[in-house]
Structure formats: C-alpha cells, structure tokens
C-alpha cells in the first residue's frame, strides 16, 4: 500500500542532507562556529551589508533564528551591524577584521568535506547528479 522506506526518494535526499550538515558541523567545530553562522559569515563575504531578512531568506532559516544567530556572531565580534543609510531602520550587516580570517579557515574545512561529495563522483557523474537535483528543484517548485 505505502512505498517502503527505501523507495522514497525524498528519504534518500533527507538522509544524504542531513549527513551533510553533521560532517560541515564536525569541520566547523574547531572554529567555534555552526552550519548556520558559517552560512551568514559566507553570505556576507559573497554579498556585504545584507540586512537580517534577507539573510535569512538566503540562509534558509526563520527570521527569528537569524537574529539569534547574527547577535551570537556580532557579541564574538565576527560581525557588524550598522543602520542602513537612507533607511536608517535597516541594519547592515558586514564581516569584520576579525570575522574576514576566520571564515577563510573555516571555508578550507567546509571545501574539505564538499570536496568528498565531489570525490565520489566522475566528471560526467557529477553533471548528471546536479540536472537531476535541478529536476527534482523544478517539479517541486512547479507546485507551487
């Protein structure tokens, strides 16, 4: 009657995500940081002065969440906030002197682990395996 376990391919792709998570939470560790504070440090290297709601969108988490995790990095002075300005009720977001070095140790770690997913596929496997993801993207987005 229901599909068994394995044949679920939304279990499959659960599984590998959150085996994932737990190898980029062990890399990040050392550096006294988790999944989603390095996402933010990364966001804000690729994208400075982002404001908490976009960053959460980005980052994929609740805003509430987000503004835990940018007070955490900001009291260890790895991020800054400052008004936006000309909408001075928009807080900014940046990488500080301090944050700058430690995201860099920290993206060696996380492309360390990447680089095992990466590892364990041949070229032609690889883009095959992202079309895919991107189909399985698409079909779910189609429903929406």
Sequence with gaps: ???STHERLGQHIKRVE?????AKHAALRPFKI????????YALYQ???????????????????MSSVLSTLESR???ER?????????????????G????NRANVAVQEVEQLLTDSFEAEEAKLFLAQLDRCSEALNAKK
């Excluded at 988790?34 to 440090?41: A, D, K, R």
């Excluded at 960053?55 to 994929?60: F, G, K």
């Excluded at 900014?92 to 002197?97: G, I, M, Y």
């Excluded at 700058?100 to 995201?103: A, I």
Aim: aromatic share 6%; proline share 12%; with cysteine.
């Design 18 to 22: 959150q085996e994932f998570t737990a």
């Design 82 to 98: 400052k008004p936006h300005p000309v909408h001075g009720h928009i807080l900014e977001a940046r990488l500080t002197r301090t």
């Design 1 to 3: 009657m229901y599909p």
């Design 47 to 65: 994208e400075p002065g982002l404001s908490g709601a976009v960053l959460a969108r980005r980052c994929m988490v609740t805003p509430q969440t």
């Design 100 to 103: 700058r070095p430690l995201l």
């Design 34 to 41: 988790n999944v989603p504070q390095y996402s933010v440090l």
């Design 77 to 79: 002075g790895l991020v």
